[in-house]
């Protein structure tokens, strides 16, 4: 992962945290975390997408967080007893530090004098897991996770092997977690615009020219959204500055506007129940696929 100096205590995230945010998250709480040692914990007492496990959580008290690493979307809060937060932001949850309570505070972890670390989360598909060492590599959530798109692992020949033999159209293909983790409607939009690449072609279709032009897309794009801080952020409590990168979208939420790059007009479909933004004009559809027809 690049390295990003990021100034920041507090952060809001929502509307569907992806990885450039939940990066952005990551980086921030390196800086304010560690050493940091949790003095008592409040639960809401309502269920996320896994119940709050409270016995476990409060054998965290007078614990001490040492690390904070990321894999896909999911933030790793290691603490010095050998034992790992495992928490998930899902569609609106958030991790910020504040003192004040609010509605849909479910985790709050007191921190002595410091303000608490708390876990928000209003639609409560977001999840907190307390995991012992013995238990991160055989949790179900985490097995099966494929390749970090921001590392050397993706690269044109893993495309390509993904790619091979698969009708699969190459939105849904890079949106899928077990091929490519942590690319969310946002930036498989952003990427496939910047390659010129239709999302609904099959991704047998792509030539391997194409697939190193994507590769690079996805790399490219990922790693300009994480210096922004990310599209979805709705607020960086205390500075009131939101994600930046909204400004730099290309066709994402941009249905019937003209295109910057060409004279078309960026249209929007469905796929797999999700809005498709793109240029026809940029993003023909692959000949191949079309004569399949």
Known sequence: MPCIDVHITDIYYALMPELPEVETVCLAMKKTL?????????????????????IRLNKLINDKFIEVKRRAK????HLASGTTLLIH???????????????????????????PLVFNDPRRFGMVLVLEKNEIHTCSYLVNLGVEPLTPKLNKRYLMKKCHGTNTPIKNLIM??????????????????????????????????????LTRAIKNVLSKAV???????????????GGRFQQKLSVYGRNGQACGKCSGTIVNTRMAGRSTFY?????????????EK
């Open 34 to 54: 560690p050493g940091k040692r949790i003095t008592s914990i409040s639960t809401s007492g309502k269920r996320l997408r896994e119940p709050i496990d409270e």
């Open 74 to 77: 999911y933030l790793f809060l």
């Open 89 to 115: 932001l899902g569609m609106s949850g958030n991790l910020l530090l504040r003192k004040s309570r609010e509605k849909h505070d479910h985790v709050i972890f007191h921190l002595g004098q410091e303000r």
């Open 176 to 213: 899928n977690n077990k091929v490519i983790v942590g690319i969310g409607n946002i930036y498989a939009n952003e990427s496939l615009f910047q390659a010129k690449i239709h999302p609904k072609t099959p991704a047998r279709h792509l030539n391997p020219a194409e697939i190193t032009i």
């Open 227 to 241: 210096k922004k801080g990310g599209t979805t952020i709705n607020d960086y409590l205390g500075s009131g500055e």
């Open 279 to 291: 240029c026809p004009l940029c993003q023909r559809p692959n000949k191949s696929a079309s004569a």
